[in-house]
């Protein structure tokens, strides 16, 4: 199965710059190392 992502989603046009793009996770990168980093807190807070 092919799923497609918008151009528009990995391009800012109001910065002028590329969106880094986590194609694993289909999401940007800023929002899979956020969700790792939640994850790792909430780890940490129950052990």
């Not at 151009?7 to 190392?33: H, I």
């Amino acid at each position: 199965m092919i799923e497609f992502v918008r151009a528009s989603r990995l391009y800012d046009v109001e910065t002028g710059e590329r969106v880094r793009w986590d194609w694993g996770g289909n999401q940007p990168v800023a929002e899979s190392e956020a969700r790792v980093q939640r994850a790792v807190a909430e780890a940490e807070q129950e052990g």
